[in-house]
């Protein structure tokens, strides 16, 4: 049997057995060490303090940047959707969805959670602010995707649809405004609700994907179910941005209320729906 260690050295070109075998001994080289070095540095740059720390002034300059990132991002949504309306885009993923089926509506909801961990990730990534708006800006893509089927139903094929969609976007905004509100000026320490909304999420998913398998129907008081837990989830997460996010933080605090947002919005959607 042939040395593989003698020969992944021999054939290595010159200049370069030493890195191999600091690979092979676990020494790291030297240009590795100094780039952790100086992650580790710019991190040490970074007040990770939660702006629950610093002066009123201060704060509220986080809470306003927060709040302009999600508006922010709720028009790149509605820019990428009127886009994906009026190219086709919208019709297609319809059809596609439509054609496919409960299992493939689970394959784009698959796929929106997988994109959704990237882009999250992404967005709280402290040391680099243009990954961070990247994956803010994708977030509004992902929703623009999983939200065409719908769109496409009440803009190309309901009667006033549009109608139905000023509507639940105006009911979205009046609740998350008065959620947002009562976020702020309680006193009370909304750290309980945060198993409600982790075990809530995991159990309606649960339910979405029981509902395609067996072919069952979820009806309008899974909506309603979700709506409500949507709602827990800003007032809890309003409250968690002030509380434990860092002031260099506001874009992926802008994104965590930016899902809630868009989920209440999905939500209230389905019920013009059920209606109709």
Do not use: C
Request: charged share 10%; net charge negative.
């Amino acid at each position: 049997m042939p040395d593989t260690g003698s020969t992944l050295l021999s054939g290595t070109p010159e200049g370069t057995q030493g890195r191999v075998f600091d690979t092979l001994t676990f020494e790291r080289p030297p240009d590795v060490v100094a780039a952790r070095k100086r992650v580790f540095m710019s991190f040490s740059e970074v007040d990770l303090r939660p702006a629950i720390q610093f002066d009123e002034t201060t704060r509220g300059d986080f809470v306003v940047r927060v709040y302009q990132h999600l508006l922010g991002a709720i028009a790149a949504f509605a820019a990428i959707e009127a886009l994906f309306i009026n190219l086709g885009i919208s019709e297609r993923i319809y059809n596609f969805v439509a054609g496919g089926g409960g299992l493939t509506w689970l394959l784009v909801l698959g796929g929106f959670m997988a994109g959704q961990w990237i882009v999250t990730n992404a967005a709280m990534d402290l040391l680099n602010p243009q990954r961070q708006y990247a994956g803010l800006l994708g977030s509004a893509a992902l929703y623009a995707v999983l939200f065409s089927p719908m769109m496409h139903y009440f803009f190309e094929i309901a009667d006033g649809g549009d109608t139905s969609v000023m509507a639940a976007a105006l009911i979205t905004a009046v609740g998350f405004s008065g959620l947002t509100l009562v976020a702020f000026v309680t006193r009370k320490d909304l750290s309980f609700l945060r198993p409600i909304v982790m075990y809530g999420f995991v159990a309606a998913l649960a339910l979405i994907v029981g509902a395609v398998l067996f072919g069952l129907s979820l009806g309008i008081w899974f909506s309603v179910a979700m709506i409500a837990l949507s709602g827990v989830a800003i007032l809890y997460q309003t409250q968690t941005i002030i509380r434990e996010f860092p002031v260099v933080a506001h874009v992926g605090a802008a994104l965590a209320l930016f899902s809630s947002v868009m989920t209440l919005f999905y939500y209230v959607l389905s019920l013009f729906i059920s209606r109709d």
